[in-house]
């Protein structure tokens, strides 16, 4: 029973494509993110949902846009793909806590 | 600007000894200290939380935080080759839906 979901695991695309990524989380939380772990592995918080609000942006490019259509739901839409777009992306919810669990990943590669 | 620091390593323990993990942070409001383990390939596991000054232990774990010198560790009892990955340092601050600010993590490596 899986908490944190991802979908696609990886995505292979060329650059000026737009794509989008889901996550699904079965926890019951209300808080949402999705973070970008770059080729040396840093992992960096992109944006945080909190009851489908927008509470965070952490200097993304306006091409990257998260969708929530409930709190169990946190999608995120590319525009535009660049090559240095190419990384893994997590989804994460966090308890109240801030504990915080990663769905499996998406490997983005865009050529 | 918040930052996490870890020494990014290879830190090489032989089998059986204690691995000690070690992290900095620069926000002296944060409240909530976590440690992540990611093994290649997969997504971070969250091994350890803590939120006061003090140890606290989990199996074979033990988490260390003194908030007066922003210092955070991470002990492993009894090391296995199995722990071999690279350990992540995770701090939050600031309101409550902020996300965690990540240190570049340690890679351990478990010697048999």
């Known amino acids: ?111 | 600007q918040k930052e996490v620091e870890q020494n990014s390593g290879p830190l090489s323990v032989p089998e059986g000894a204690i691995a000690s993990l070690n992290c900095t942070y620069s926000d002296r409001g944060s409240q909530s200290f976590f440690w992540y383990r990611q093994y290649s390939g997969k997504s971070p596991e969250l091994i350890m939380s803590i939120y006061s000054n003090g140890d606290k232990e989990d199996g074979r774990f033990t988490a260390q935080l003194n908030k007066a010198s922003q210092y955070v560790s991470l002990l492993i009892r009894d090391s296995q080759p199995s722990d071999s990955a690279t350990y992540l340092c995770a701090v939050h601050s600031g309101g409550g839906a902020d996300g965690l600010t990540f240190g570049k993590g340690t890679h351990l490596i478990i010697q048999p």
Not at chain 1, 24 to 50: A, R, V
Not at chain 1, 65 to 75: C, G, I, V
């Open chain 1, 1 to 111: 029973d899986t908490a944190v979901s991802q979908t696609p695991k990886y995505l292979v695309t060329q650059m000026g494509n737009d794509k989008s990524i889901k996550c699904e989380q079965n926890l019951g939380h209300d808080t949402m993110y999705w973070y970008k772990q770059d080729s040396k592995k840093f992992l960096k918080i992109m944006f945080s949902y909190n009851n489908k609000e927008l509470i965070i942006n952490e200097t993304v490019p306006n091409r990257f846009s998260p969708k929530s259509p409930d709190k169990a739901h946190l999608n995120l839409h590319i525009n535009s793909l660049e090559l240095g777009d190419s990384a893994v992306y997590f989804c994460a919810s966090t308890t109240p806590g801030h504990e915080q669990f990663f769905g499996p990943g998406t490997r983005l590669t865009v050529l």
